[in-house]
């Protein structure tokens, strides 16, 4: 199964047989690839009702949730790591979301878009226009992107909530790059967070 960029690069980074909770889990694509090469314990939540029943339907388990209300009821310290794909942006409550990642698991691994890269800023200098590309593919008008937010930004957040940032993996057009301004160069961006303890 060959999976989305960042989805791929999670995956590098996920240890064989740990326990997973992967919020915004969409059909389970991730989900049944580390469970079928990297044997993990993994649990899903997901929004979409559609989403939901294709990836029950793999076998997987996976509840119909919002991250933004649900994660409050799961326990501390429940799984190795929480995952959030591509989500962190849609988020009403982004802090919140992340701080209940790190509670209910020891680290935390987020792939975001990054509205900073080079095309979505040529885009929109000289058009004028909301950027559309292939990590942003929706206009403004349809995308559930509400919180925009740049790989610098993303760090600061990470800062602010008092997290360390162990890995980072920058993307673009799904493969990583060594950019020495990731930045303005990455389209996507991964990363591990730890909590200090």
Same mark, same amino acid.
């Given at each position: 199964?060959?999976l989305r960029g +960042?989805?791929?690069?999670?995956?590098?980074?996920?240890?064989?047989?740990?326990?997973?909770?992967?919020?915004?889990?969409? !059909?389970?694509?991730?989900?049944?690839?580390?469970?079928? !090469?990297?044997?993990? !314990?993994?649990?899903?939540?997901?929004? +979409?009702?559609?989403?939901?029943?294709?990836?029950?339907?793999?076998?997987?388990?996976?509840?119909?949730?919002?991250? +933004?209300?649900?994660?409050? !009821?799961?326990?501390? +310290?429940?799984?190795?790591?929480?995952?959030?794909?591509?989500?962190?942006?849609?988020?009403?409550?982004?802090?919140?979301?992340?701080?209940?990642?790190?509670?209910?698991?020891?680290?935390?691994?987020?792939?975001?878009?990054?509205?900073?890269?080079?095309?979505?800023?040529?885009?929109?200098?000289?058009?004028?226009?909301?950027?559309?590309?292939?990590?942003?593919?929706?206009?403004?008008?349809?995308?559930?992107?509400?919180?925009?937010?740049?790989?610098?930004?993303?760090?600061?957040f990470a800062r602010?909530?008092?997290?360390t940032i162990e890995?980072?993996?920058?993307?673009?057009?799904?493969?990583?790059?060594?950019?020495?301004?990731?930045?303005?160069?990455?389209?996507?961006?991964?990363?591990?967070?730890?909590?200090?303890?």
């Open positions: 199964m060959t +960042d989805l791929a690069a999670i995956a590098d980074l996920v240890q064989p047989g740990i326990r997973v909770l992967d919020i915004g889990c969409g !059909d389970g694509a991730l989900l049944a690839a580390l469970r079928t !090469d990297k044997a993990i !314990d993994g649990r899903g939540i997901e929004l +979409d009702g559609r989403n939901v029943a294709a990836a029950v339907a793999r076998g997987l388990p996976v509840v119909q949730g919002d991250a +933004d209300a649900d994660l409050a !009821d799961y326990p501390s +310290d429940a799984f190795d790591v929480a995952i959030l794909s591509d989500t962190l942006q849609a988020m009403r409550d982004p802090a919140g979301v992340v701080r209940d990642m790190v509670r209910i698991a020891r680290k935390a691994i987020v792939s975001l878009p990054n509205f900073g890269h080079w095309q979505a800023r040529w885009h929109l200098l000289t058009t004028g226009r909301m950027p559309v590309t292939a990590a942003l593919p929706a206009p403004w008008y349809t995308t559930p992107n509400i919180h925009l937010c740049t790989i610098a930004d993303f760090c600061a602010h909530l008092g997290l890995t980072t993996v920058h993307l673009h057009g799904g493969r990583a790059t060594g950019s020495l301004w990731p930045n303005l160069f990455a389209d996507q961006a991964v990363f591990i967070l730890a909590r200090h303890d």
